[in-house]
């Protein structure tokens, strides 16, 4: 399985900032993928962060809200911006493994105030 | 559209019990995939089914694939302190070529002392 490190693991921001999260796998893949879990809820998936291409988004994200870039085959970064409370969240950065299972890194626990 | 339900929602238990949760589906699932979350990390890999009617351990834990493939269900024999968390199925939601893996609401165990 590949090993995920996401930074931050978490931050308190002011509303109407942004936030850039990392996220780097030890190895390369071919997909990776941004999930947000607010808080007592499920994952809920936000985009696929494709390497050479643009982010393909899932309904209800908007690439203006939540930017991807995805640079190379280990590295992606999601940007949260004109953040409001409401996106208070973890937010986890996952890739895929050689039999579909997905794997997770420790998340990155934002607080919107 | 693919949906998971998992139930159920919340448990509580004692210590040395057995535990049995379970997940189904409307529509047919290739693979299943069992998770872990610890509070402030990101969801661990429990146990991947790949075929319907397989059963599968991992230590204490059990996890069989529906012959219909619509539904699995997870086991987790003689409960410790630590399998407190929160449970997920998922499993890929296919469209078009990608395969996306979606999330159940979880099912959350408490040990009583």
């Known amino acids: 399985s590949a090993v995920i490190s996401q930074k931050p693991s978490r931050d308190i921001c002011q509303r109407g900032t942004s936030l850039t999260i990392q996220c780097q796998v030890d190895s390369q893949v071919t997909m990776m993928f941004w999930y947000r879990q607010q808080p007592g809820q499920s994952l809920t998936l936000i985009a696929t962060?494709?390497?050479?291409?643009?982010?393909?988004?899932e309904s209800g994200f908007v690439i203006d809200k939540f930017p991807i870039s995805r640079p190379n085959l280990t590295f992606s970064t999601l940007t949260v911006s004109n953040m409001s409370p409401e996106d208070s969240s973890i937010y986890l950065c996952?890739?895929?493994?050689?039999?579909?299972?997905?794997?997770f890194g420790q998340g990155t626990r934002l607080t919107v105030v | 559209g693919q949906q998971l339900n998992q139930s159920p929602q919340s448990m509580f238990i004692q210590e040395g019990e057995d535990v049995s949760m379970n997940c189904t589906s409307s529509?047919?699932?290739?693979?299943w995939l069992w998770y872990k979350q610890d509070p402030g990390e990101g969801p661990v890999l429990l146990i991947a089914l790949y075929k319907a009617g397989e059963l599968t351990s991992n230590g204490r834990l059990t996890a069989q694939f529906g012959i219909t493939r619509k539904d699995s269900f997870l086991n987790i024999s003689a409960s410790i302190p630590s399998d407190v968390g929160i449970y997920f199925c998922?499993?890929?939601?296919?469209?078009?070529?990608?395969?996306?893996?979606?999330f159940g609401k979880g099912t959350r165990l408490h040990i009583l002392p």
């Open positions: 529509s047919i699932f290739n693979t």
């Open positions: 962060a494709n390497q050479g291409s643009e982010a393909t988004y």
């Open positions: 996952s890739s895929r493994g050689s039999n579909t299972e997905a794997f």
């Open positions: 998922a499993g890929p939601k296919i469209m078009n070529r990608d395969d996306k893996i979606i």
